[in-house]
C-alpha cells in the first residue's frame, strides 16, 4: 500500500518529470553546440540559467520566465534556417501548396525550444505543486 502511494504522489512524479526534462534540454544544448547554431548572445542567455535557479526546493517564476524568453528568442533563427516556397500544381484547387525545409541547424534550434518550453512548463508544475502542498500544511494546522 505505502509503495502504491509514493508511485502516485504528484509532487514525487512532478519532480522527476521536471528532471528528465532537464536531461532531455542538456542534450538539446550539446546539440546545438555542435551545429553551432546559437548566436553569441543565446548563447550567454543560455549560460545565465544558472542550475541553482532551477532547483526544485528553490524555482522562481523568474526562472521559468527566463527559460520561456529564451525559447520565444530562438523564433527568429529557426526562420531564417526554414527555407520556404511555393509548388505549383495543376490539379490542386488553389493552384498548388507551400513546402518548406529547415537544415540541421534549424532542427536543433528547434529541439532546444522544444526543450526549453518543457523544461519551463514541468518547473512551473513542480512549483504549483510544491505551493499546493505548503498551502494544503497551512490548512490542516
Known sequence: MCKDRERQDPLREAAFEALSA?????????????????????LEQLRDLRPASLM??????????ALRGLA????PSIKGETMTWFVH????M???YEDSETSDKGFALIR?????????????????WQE??????QLRS
Do not use: F, K
Open 72 to 75: 520565444e528568442s530562438l523564433e
Open 94 to 96: 488553389s493552384d498548388g
Open 112 to 128: 532546444l525550444r522544444s526543450a526549453l518550453q518543457n523544461l519551463a512548463e514541468r518547473l512551473m508544475l513542480l512549483r504549483n
Open 56 to 65: 526544485p526546493h528553490q524555482i522562481t517564476r523568474e526562472a521559468v520566465d
Open 22 to 42: 532537464a536531461d532531455r534540454l542538456s542534450e538539446a544544448i550539446v546539440a546545438v553546440e555542435v551545429a553551432q547554431a546559437l548566436t553569441r548572445e543565446q
Open 132 to 137: 499546493a502542498e505548503r498551502i494544503a500544511q
Open 89 to 92: 500544381d495543376e490539379h490542386d
